[in-house]
Nanobody, 123 residues
Framework: VQLQASGGGLVQAGGSLRLSCAGS????????MAWYRQAPGKQRELVAD???????NYRDFLKGRFTISRDNAKDTLYLQMNSLKPEDTGVYYC??????????????????WGKGTLVTVSS
């Protein structure tokens, strides 16, 4: 079982990026999935999550700028990021929750992690 995140890069403020997280063994298809990010010097934080049925949830600070989605046929998770701000800079990680869902997406709740992809937003 693996997760491989990609799509990060350098973008100017106001720009867009689309992150992908390719899974193996139906890991994306079968599980609750989430994107996290870790800014320099800060703790890793939840950005958005999505249930197996496609229902998404977002952190309030995103204010509608990001969209999480999944393609079960491709076993791939996505994060469309628009209107990027310098404070969005960080390493973005995808993660899968293999254990039964309990209503939370704490770091300890997630069983599988991708290696992360760096997003840098310049002002």
């Amino acid at each position: 079982v693996q997760l491989q995140a990609s799509g990060g890069g350098l973008v100017q403020a106001g720009g867009s990026l689309r992150l992908s997280c390719a899974g193996s063994g139906n890991i994306v298809k079968m599980n609750h999935m989430a994107w996290y990010r870790q800014a320099p010097g800060k703790q890793r934080e939840l950005v958005a999550d999505i249930a197996p049925n496609g229902n998404p949830n977002y952190r309030d600070f995103l204010k509608g700028r990001f969209t999480i989605s999944r393609d079960n046929a491709k076993d791939t998770l996505y994060l469309q990021m628009n209107s990027l701000k310098p404070e969005d800079t960080g390493v973005y990680y995808c993660a899968a929750r293999g254990k039964p869902y309990s209503g939370t997406y704490l770091l300890s709740d997630m069983d599988y992690w991708g290696k992360g992809t760096l997003v840098t937003v310049s002002s």
